[in-house]
Each structure stands twice: as structure tokens, then as C-alpha cells.
């Protein structure tokens, strides 16, 4: 069974920088697709980035294109997203998750495909 662990997440005024990870545990394959979600009270969950570890290949949502980065460190199974220029907008749950043997593509933000998931970690940022 694989496990996801979130870290990162706190709160910071808007124009802040936080960064996210996503350590996995019990992976045997490096072809696969990590994605970070979030999810804000009241809205449905979103897919924020994704990316093909085999070739680290990332995928982002138009909201947060040149905003956020996400990166891998196979060495660690981990997986980062590093959010700069944080908005009020940006506020909600952050979930890490991934569906193995799988290089993303163009429905990466479809969260029916994804298998494990983590905790989450809260993201606020303030006015």
C-alpha cells in the first residue's frame, strides 16, 4: 500500500511563498503520475500541478501557471510544489496523490484517476 505524507503548509499574506511536500512511502515503480490538489470549503476539489516522474515532465492548472513549480527528488520519493506569489484565492487543503505505472497526460487533473491519496496539509494566505 502506498502512503502519502504532506508537510509544508501554513499560513502567509498574500505575495508570500510556501513549499509543499510530498514524501511517498512503498513506491516499486518510478513511472508515475503525482499530482497536488486542493480543496477550499464549499468548492469542489481542484487539480492544481501533476508530474510524470519517469521523464518529470509537469502539468498545471491555467490558475496557477507561472506561479507555482512542481519538482520531484526520485532519490527521496518526493515530490515539491513551491508556491510563490500566493493569493487569497489560493486558501485550501492541499491533498498530494499519485496513480502508478501512469506518465499523466491530458486528463491529469481528473481526480477519479488517482488511487492514493494523503492527509493534506492547510494553506491560508490572508489579505
Known amino acids: 500500500q502506498v502512503q502519502l505524507v504532506e508537510s509544508g503548509g501554513g499560513s502567509v499574506q498574500a505575495g508570500g511563498s510556501l513549499k509543499l511536500s510530498c514524501a511517498a512511502s512503498?513506491?516499486?515503480?518510478?513511472?508515475?503520475?503525482v499530482g497536488w490538489f486542493r480543496q477550499a470549503p464549499g468548492k469542489e476539489r481542484e487539480g492544481v500541478a501533476a508530474?510524470?516522474?519517469?521523464?518529470?515532465?509537469?502539468y498545471y492548472a491555467d490558475s496557477v501557471q507561472g506561479r507555482f513549480t512542481i519538482s520531484q527528488d526520485s532519490a527521496k520519493n518526493t515530490v515539491y510544489l513551491q508556491m510563490d506569489s500566493l493569493k487569497p484565492e489560493d486558501t485550501a487543503m492541499y491533498y498530494c496523490t499519485a496513480r502508478l505505472l501512469d506518465s499523466c497526460g491530458a486528463d491529469w487533473y481528473s481526480s477519479y484517476r488517482y488511487v492514493y491519496w494523503g492527509q493534506g496539509t492547510q494553506v491560508t494566505v490572508s489579505a
Open positions: 512503498r513506491y516499486t515503480y518510478s513511472n508515475n503520475c
Open positions: 508530474i510524470a516522474t519517469r521523464r518529470g515532465s509537469p
